[in-house]
Each structure stands twice: as C-alpha cells, then as structure tokens.
C-alpha cells in the first residue's frame, strides 16, 4: 500500500509539473528508438491449483517505443516527456510482455549551441519518471508442480530512468543512443469462472535497455 501511494504521488507530481510549465515550451520534440532489452533474473511466484516459487533467467528481447515531449525556452536543460514503450521477458516456462506509458521530467546539457544549432550539438541527458503497463500479459508453466497460468492484467506499475547521448545533425534532426533502467511490479489476481481463490503471479521485472533513435525537433 505504502508504493502504491508513492507512485501515486510520483504521477501526480509529474502531471503537475508539466502542466503548469507548458505555456513557456519552445523546443518540441518527437523520437522513435529501436534495441535489446536484458531483463535481470528475478524471482516468480504463481499460485493456481498450488503455489510456486522459482527463480527465473531471462533472455535477451527486441525492445521498440516512442518519446514525445518538449524543453523549456527559459530553462532549456529542463524538458519533460512521455514515453510508450514495449517491453518483453522471456524466459524458460515464463514470458512476460508489457506496454507501458511512462510521464518523464528530463535535463539535458546543451553543448557546441551555435546560430545554426541553438540547442547545441551534442546534448547527453538523463530522465526520472512513474510508469504503467497499459497491458500486461502474463505466462507461467509449473506444471506438475502447478496449473499453467496465461492471461493478461493492467496498470502494473513502475519506473524507468533513461541516459544517453543525442547529437543534433541540424536544427531539426538529431540520432541518439540511450541506456534506460527499467522496474516493473507485476501483481496477477483472478478467481476463475466457478473457483473459489484466485490465480495469482507476482514477479519484479528489472531490465536494462540499450536503444539507438531518431529525433525530430520542431
């Protein structure tokens, strides 16, 4: 209950912050990336017609999103973005598959700004924010030791906190690299169709991104 209320103050905040600060925007931005995602190894817990614990390896994915956002006129290290993303684990007897919308507050390090290139050329930056999982889909086989569990749930929660290296070729285009830590809470709760308790799966899924995009700034 305690995280649960972190992360709701977390989105809060955020929201906030870029409400109140939109009316100074001046640099828009639009990003698309592509990479691997290398989730950690992690403990899995299923409940259905037993309960299960295992800890599960998993290996490397595709991941693939997209970042909107903007910088400040006034501040222009300060910008804020959101973010969608995928994200997938998989693993032996488990995946794990993630769609998650994360809201991030963002600084920069405008370097070589020129008339040509007021944002400067070179721009490594870093970012914080709460995410959740629009869909989550969920796969366990324990079998014998328990009933196969696959199904779906939504708004699991998170963060992710990116870094990386945009070099801004002109004033409008840019490529970047970036290395993103990712944290998912992954609570499956559901009683079947004449049951009595729940089928469960509870996993903490930490993941680490390296992607590579484009950049349009407007």
Known sequence: MKHMHLWGVAVAVTLLVILTASPVLAEAFLEGYVGFSYPERTQVKVSTNASVDRDVS???????GGRAGYWLSRVPWLGFAGDLSSVHAKGEKVDVDLAPLSLLVMLRAPLLASDEIPQGEIQPYVGIGPSFSLFTYVSANFEPAARTLSDWTILDRGFIVPAGVT?????????????????????????LYGGTDPDKFDAHLASH????GLSWHF
């Open 58 to 64: 998993f290996g490397t994915s595709f991941a693939y």
């Open 209 to 212: 991104n390296l992607l590579f």
């Open 167 to 191: 070099v801004q070729l002109n004033k409008h285009l840019a490529v970047f690299t970036e290395y993103r830590y990712t944290y998912y809470d992954i609570r499956y709760k559901e009683v």
